[in-house]
């Protein structure tokens, strides 16, 4: 798994392992967004844990996976945010970084209903990553591939 950390930004990537009931990106990504909302305060080395809101998590995603995030008149959103007790909103206003027809998923609410959301979230959105039912295709053009250079 690779971990880059920016100034205020994280990107996480590895590979998946369809058979996992985690993933290693989605193990990475709530590993790294609870580090960030449990973050210490710096004197004591305690966690601070605040009742209140915390400010906003913002997942960058492509537009496509944000239209399947959305769901069918707002129904898959609407169950996350109601699992989740956060408000989840899709913003266009991307930042600089990200490319034409991508989306920013913003979630906002309790520490601990923010975090239930981005796991809500990534484990949704990990379904529509690839296409499986291509797999056995891709696998036997590449094993293929490797046979003839031998």
Do not use: W
């Not at 209140?52 to 898959?76: D, F, Y």
């Not at 989840?88 to 998923?105: G, H, K, T």
């Not at 979230?121 to 696998?139: M, N, Y």
């Amino acid at each position: 798994m690779n971990v880059v950390v920016l100034p205020l930004k994280v990107m996480i990537s590895a590979k998946d392992e369809p058979d996992a009931l985690v993933s290693p990106a989605i193990d990475g990504l709530l590993r790294v967004h609870k580090r960030i909302t449990d973050s210490s305060d710096g004197e004591s080395g305690q966690p601070q844990r605040s009742a209140g809101n915390i400010g906003p998590t913002r997942l960058l995603v492509p537009a496509s996976q944000a239209g399947s995030l959305i769901g069918k008149q707002g129904a898959t959103i609407k169950s996350i945010q109601d699992s989740s007790k956060s408000a989840i909103r899709i913003v266009e206003n991307v930042p600089p970084v990200a490319l034409n027809d991508d989306r920013v998923v913003e979630i906002q609410g309790e520490p601990l209903g923010v975090h239930k959301a981005v796991e809500l979230i990534a484990s949704h959105l990990r379904k529509f990553l690839v296409d499986r039912s291509v797999l056995p295709l891709f696998e036997t053009h590449v094993r293929g591939i490797l046979y003839s250079c031998q």
